[in-house]
T-cell receptor, first 118, second 111 residues
Framework: GAVVSQHPSWVICKSGTSVKIECRSL??????MFWYRQFPKQSLMLMAT?????????EQGVEKDKFLINHASLTLSTLTVTSAHPEDSSFYIC??????????????FGEGSWLTVV | DAKTTQPPSMDCAEGRAANLPCNHS???????VYWYRQIHSQGPQYIIH???NNETNEMASLIITEDRKSSTLILPHATLRDTAVYYC????????????FGTGTRLKVLA
């Protein structure tokens, strides 16, 4: 299957600082990328959908000014957690889809990024 | 909201077939059923997907009922490495076809 890579795999940052997580599609052009967060022993929660060259669409309850998403190219999307606090500590996962939004078009997930805010 | 329901957990003996059920009674005519699994602390791994016909690949088989209201993922010879949380997903349509995850089934393969 297609390869999606995230960087960094884990990061520790101080409370009040910002941290950026990158998501890259390595062998295909990703027209759409999705960002999820996952707390321990819980399922994945969709945070936002981003289309290349457009503003991200955020799910209800997700603060767009806190979780900045940029999808400037067909192979790269970034999630910036601004003014991070300990409650933002979580596992962040991106996924990517090539081509158009059709019912049978599969998406592939990155390895995830662990964020710990101290 | 997720459009699927799955049992929270299942056990399976190593070497035996693991049959994971999923209910998706509100599925629409053009919506596919997708299966992913997540091994601890990793991103979800794609397994298989289907629309109405049964599907098989090198990892698993997917059996979809004729009314499409439920499906079963079959791992024919489960190994200890198949221990994971398995998610059955029917994508939310309307443009971007978002993947909304339910709670999944935690499969434990026993030696």
């Amino acid at each position: 299957g297609a390869v999606v890579s995230q960087h960094p795999s884990w990061v520790i940052c101080k409370s009040g600082t910002s941290v950026k997580i990158e998501c890259r599609s390595l062998d295909f052009q990703a027209t759409t990328m999705f960002w999820y967060r996952q707390f321990p022993k819980q399922s994945l929660m969709l945070m936002a959908t981003s289309n290349e060259g457009s503003k991200a669409t955020y799910e209800q309850g997700v603060e767009k000014d806190k979780f900045l998403i940029n999808h400037a190219s067909l192979t790269l999307s970034t999630l910036t957690v601004t003014s991070a606090h300990p409650e933002d500590s979580s596992f962040y996962i991106c996924s990517a889809r090539s081509g158009t939004a059709s019912p049978g078009n599969t998406i592939y997930f990155g390895e995830g990024s662990w964020l710990t805010v101290v | 909201d997720a459009k699927t329901t799955q049992p929270p957990s299942m056990d399976c003996a190593e070497g035996r077939a693991a049959n994971l059920p999923c209910n998706h009674s509100t599925i629409s005519g053009n919506e596919y059923v997708y299966w992913y699994r997540q091994i601890h602390s990793q991103g979800p791994q794609y397994i298989i997907h289907g629309l109405k016909n049964n599907e098989t690949n090198e990892m698993a088989s997917l059996i979809i009922t004729e009314d499409r209201k439920s499906s079963t993922l079959i791992l024919p010879h489960a190994t200890l490495r198949d221990t994971a949380v398995y998610y059955c997903i029917v994508r939310v349509g309307g443009g971007t076809y978002k993947y909304i995850f339910g709670t999944g089934t935690r499969l434990k393969v026993l030696a």
